[in-house]
């Protein structure tokens, strides 16, 4: 870090305190209103920190609170069907997270007595809980003084020395800045600087509370380039009759989405230069055009119709959910 004016450098103490002040007041002014804010339960803070790996705030907001309505403690998630479990998460994809996160939860309840480990240390025995998301918990429910690296912190954190930092040198700057009042705010205001001010692209440097103190002003020289988006069609059939729509089943050893439900998927059909409607859909760098036509599906395997009352309950893979959506089904 270093400083704009030609004043004679101060200590590393004082420009760690500077820094803090600085990015803590900010905080305390410019932080977002999200839901999980509100209370440092161990639990919300555990179910949002994994609700929000590698999902945008903006589509976690509506699924946190559903998931909370069905499962508002962690001896409910225990107790619950995993097929339940992943009708909840429906629609935020990577479903892995999902499964472990009640797989957590159980043991949680069962070699805790349904409280939570206290320290990162500890939390990162769970299941699906890693070092970010351990030390992400315990600064910010229990006070833990522990610091956090994720994307945004480690943006923040490249800018601001001008070096391309290592991964394990990244976690000791991050702790060396570490304010030891306020792990918890301090942690979320570095993440929060990173999502709403120092942004991948375009940061928006006059506002940032610690400019001054910035080796860079939001350039870093070899920097790496976006992925290219690839461009794939996929076909769909929607077949609905009498109350219900019939939809297919993925095979419970499948690589991806095991178990869930989806609507029959076509190569080639008659109809499909006129769909009944078109949608887009993303998944990490594949954007796909999604073409619905309405018929019956030929030779679907795993497949049974559903009444409509009863889809909302089953565990749809997110992109179905969309089509019965844009259908009108749900």
């Known amino acids: 870090m270093i400083r704009k004016d030609d004043s004679p450098p101060a200590s590393l103490l004082d420009l760690r305190r500077e820094f803090g002040t600085r990015l803590l007041s900010w905080y305390n002014v410019h932080r977002r209103d999200l839901p ?3 209370s440092c339960d161990p639990y919300r803070v555990w179910l949002s920190e994994i609700m929000l790996q590698q999902t945008r705030v903006a589509a976690v907001i509506e699924h946190y609170h559903e998931f909370l309505r069905r499962f508002p403690s962690v001896q409910k ?13 429906s ?22 007595g349904g409280e939570f480990p206290s320290t990162a240390a500890a939390l990162r025995e769970l299941p699906g809980v890693g070092r970010y998301t351990a030390a992400a918990i315990a600064s910010i429910a229990f006070g833990e003084s522990v610091a956090v690296v994720d994307g945004n912190v480690e943006r ?11 991964g394990e040198s990244l976690w000791e700057v991050a702790s060396d800045l570490l304010d030891q009042k306020r792990p ?3 942690n979320q205001a570095m993440m929060e600087l990173g999502a709403t001010v120092c942004t991948p692209r375009a940061p928006a440097c006059l506002t940032c509370p610690v400019v001054e103190m910035c080796a860079t002003r939001g350039e870093l020289a070899g920097s790496a380039t976006g992925v290219r988006q690839r461009k ?23 690589s991806l989405m095991a178990g869930m439900w989806e609507l029959p998927e076509v190569a080639n059909r008659n109809g499909v230069s006129n769909p009944l409607f078109t949608l887009r859909h993303s998944i ?4 796909y055009t999604v073409r619905v036509i309405q018929g019956q599906p030929d030779g679907a395997k795993n497949g049974r119709w559903i009444s409509k009352s009863r889809v909302t309950n089953l565990a749809l893979t997110g992109l179905a959910r969309k089509i019965l959506r844009a259908a009108g089904i749900i």
């Open 184 to 186: 918890g705010d301090f």
């Open 77 to 89: 998630l225990a107790r619950a069907r995993e097929a339940s479990v992943l009708a909840a998460w």
């Open 156 to 166: 923040v954190l490249q800018r601001m020395s001008g070096e391309r930092l290592p």
């Open 91 to 112: 629609g935020l994809g990577y479903y892995r997270r999902a499964r472990m996160l009640h797989a957590a939860a159980k043991v949680i309840v069962r070699e805790h």
């Open 36 to 38: 999980w804010r509100l």
């Open 232 to 254: 794939r069609e996929i076909n769909y059939v929607l077949d609905c009759q009498n109350g219900r729509v019939f939809l297919v089943q993925r095979a419970r050893d499948a």
């Open 284 to 287: 990490t760098v594949t954007d």
